[in-house]
């Protein structure tokens, strides 16, 4: 790549960390980016930076005032692909010689386009769902009594699943049908069996042109099938999936990005898993850096986007180095001694009347990340970040519900479902009963149980009468000082951290550095 790199991009991490490492390399980076407030904009990133909306007239703007030699649209994300396509459809980069490099049009339209996936994955022989492609109103009712209820409506081409969703019987298909056509660039849609109560599972893979591949990172979502991933609480690596079930998975996501062509960088796979039988179904593959792959990043300290963008411009594996040790080859899949959880964050209360139920639509607005030693003290950490005045897992006497009404309740998901969960188990109800009432591996309830029953013992006592093995206890299980004064009822959290201070009970900081300690790290981060 001699003259200049396009990168056509609308996020954050992913963008700079690409941005540099072309830089590196003493590639020319040209950004395009329409959000003024995102930090790809700042002149460090890049040697120009266009803020213009994301439309081919724009990109034919740049081409003119430019000396372009090629075009990485994989660290955009969903816009970039769609416009990627776009302008290959209407001869842009050949008009102006641009080599598209990273990914090509045709591994994009496979990716993107429904019907292409599924036929290809058949071709491949990796099972998808019962399935059909609808291209009108009439065409998706028919496929509709042919697949039979539940049903799911995905529309092609678009981001955060957009336009789509759940049809449980005939009264909600056209409804559904309509909204999914409106959404998709192209007025198509899959109409596709639902999975509802299968696990869901992503995996984040690298693969260089000499097709080499690793697995960096498997992510399990808390929730099960039916809820977007953006929406759902997730956990790097995965609890609750058997080697068998790994192995059977990993093959079958390498199998995937192989059959994609001519394809070099980061790939996120999402897969459901029949919790009864192990069976596996592939349900997209999105051959980009994704808002999964800066989770898998942060979660692994492995620099996805990064080395992405050195595979885009021709390195392989081998050739580079392990960013955190920086003696080992970055052709390895990290080993996590500690646990990520990601719990989104919604702003329903500033939409009064809004719908709070998840479904197969994004509506987050943000999310936090936490390590801990356990699922459940990340878990914690994890609602203590989340700004919304959470001292740890609970509601602690807001809006206490009485048991037959929770079980009801956390049928469906919703954002407060984890803190009903814990409700439910204070008032003793059964980890079975829960996990049967909300698809969630009994794995999860039961980690929810331990902090459940920690609480219980520690509301026995008063701060001066309180074990101080039980204070260690807690503050394993990632309970803050906040939330021990609050359960107790007595003191404050300056009393608590005097009392476990006084008890040498004190943080200590844990390294992350890809390896599990195996080789030195060089730029290790850390986690207390």
Not at 235 to 241: F, I, N, S
Not at 414 to 442: E, Y
């Amino acid at each position: 790549v001699k003259k200049g790199d396009l990168l056509a991009y609308s996020g954050n991490t992913g963008g700079s960390q690409a941005a540099r490492s072309l830089r590196e390399e003493g590639i020319k980076v040209i950004l395009i980016n329409s959000n003024p407030a995102t930090i790809m904009t700042d002149p460090m990133m890049a040697d120009k930076v266009y803020l213009l909306p994301l439309t081919v007239e724009s990109i034919e703007q740049i081409l003119e005032e430019n000396q372009i030699d090629a075009v990485l649209p994989t660290m955009g994300g969903q816009t970039a692909l769609n416009l990627t396509k776009e302008a290959a459809e209407l001869g842009v980069w050949e008009k102006y010689n641009v080599r598209l490099i990273g990914v090509d049009v045709e591994a994009i339209d496979t990716a993107e386009d429904r019907e292409k996936f599924r036929q290809l994955m058949l071709k491949i022989g990796v099972p998808v769902a019962n399935s059909k492609v609808a291209n009108s109103l009439l065409e998706g009712k028919e496929y509709a009594q042919e697949i039979g209820f539940p049903l799911v409506i995905r529309p092609s081409f678009t981001l955060g699943g957009s336009g789509g969703g759940f049809v449980h019987d005939k009264s909600e298909l056209e409804a559904a049908l309509d909204k999914g056509l409106k959404a998709s660039p192209i007025h198509e849609v899959l109409v596709e069996k639902a999975l509802l109560g299968w696990k869901e599972y992503e995996l984040e893979l690298l693969r260089d042109k000499n097709d080499n591949v690793a697995i960096i990172c498997t992510v399990e979502n808390v929730d099960p099938m039916g809820v977007h991933t953006g929406d759902s609480i997730t956990v790097a690596p995965a609890m609750t999936l058997s080697d068998t079930a790994f192995q059977e998975m990993r093959n079958q996501a390498i199998l995937m990005m192989r059959s994609l062509g001519n394809f070099a960088g980061g790939c996120n796979v999402q897969f459901a898993m029949d919790p009864a039988t192990e069976k596996l179904i592939s349900v997209e593959i999105n051959p980009r850096v994704s808002r999964s792959s800066a989770l898998a990043s942060k979660a692994t300290g492995y620099p996805i986007a990064k080395i992405a963008a050195k595979l885009a411009i021709g390195y392989t594996l081998d050739e580079l180095k392990n960013q955190i040790t920086m003696t080992t080859s970055a052709y390895f899949e990290p080993a996590l001694d500690y646990v990520i959880v990601k719990m989104p964050r919604w702003n329903f209360d500033k939409f009064k009347g809004a719908n709070d139920t998840l479904g197969l639509q994004m509506k987050s607005v943000g999310e936090v990340m936490a390590i801990g030693r356990s699922f459940a003290e990340a878990v914690q950490k994890a609602c203590q970040s989340l700004e919304n005045n959470a001292v740890g897992l609970g509601y602690y006497g807001k809006s206490q519900m009485h048991a037959e009404e929770i079980v009801e309740y956390i049928k469906t998901p919703k954002w407060d479902r984890i803190f009903r969960i814990k409700d439910a188990l204070m008032d003793g109800i059964s980890v079975g009963t829960i996990s049967k009432a909300t698809g969630i591996d009994r794995w999860f309830v039961n980690e929810i149980q331990k902090i459940v029953d920690v609480e219980k013992e520690i509301a026995k006592y008063k701060l001066n009468t309180l074990p101080t093995e039980l204070l260690k206890t807690a503050k394993d299980l990632g309970f803050s000082d906040q939330q021990i004064a609050l359960i107790m009822q007595d003191g404050k959290d300056e009393d608590v951290y005097e009392k476990r201070k006084a008890a040498n009970i004190t943080r200590v900081y844990k390294m992350v550095d890809t390896c599990s300690a195996e080789f030195e790290a060089k730029t290790p981060y850390f986690y207390s």
